[in-house]
Nanobody, 120 residues
Framework: QVQLVETGGGLVQAGDSLRLSCAAS????????MGWFRQAPGKEREFVEA????????KYADSVKGRFTISRDNAGNTVYLQMNSLKPEDTAVYYC?????????????WGQGTQVTVSS
């Protein structure tokens, strides 16, 4: 079992930056794929970014490529999402996830989410 706690959301203006953090419990953090997903009002949850256990592989949704960067600190059991050049369409609840399928995004453990609102 993995418990995840996201922090760092908030209200910003278009063009601003935010960094989300996700603290994970457990002793085997480095063995987990970690990632971020988001869900905008009235839409289904969508994949944002993922990073492999030791950070050697990453993958991004086309909508955030070049603007968002995922990273992890295995010593601190934390994964980050640096979000730059934010757009109003980035407004969503952002969820941290662990140990999900790299290809299908199924299964895994999920946090409670943190709200990101980008005003125009």
């Amino acid at each position: 079992q993995v418990q995840l706690v996201e922090t760092g959301g908030g209200l910003v203006q278009a063009g601003d930056s935010l960094r989300l953090s996700c603290a994970a419990s457990g002793r085997t953090f480095s063995s987990y794929v970690m990632g971020w997903f988001r869900q905008a009002p009235g839409k289904e949850r969508e994949f944002v970014e993922a990073i492999s256990g030791f950070g050697t592989r990453t993958k991004y949704a086309d909508s955030v490529k070049g603007r968002f960067t995922i990273s992890r600190d295995n010593a601190g059991n934390t994964v980050y999402l640096q979000m730059n050049s934010l757009k109003p369409e980035d407004t969503a609840v952002y969820y941290c996830a662990a140990d999900f399928n790299w290809s299908t995004y199924e299964r895994g453990f999920w946090g409670q989410g943190t709200q990101v609102t980008v005003s125009s």
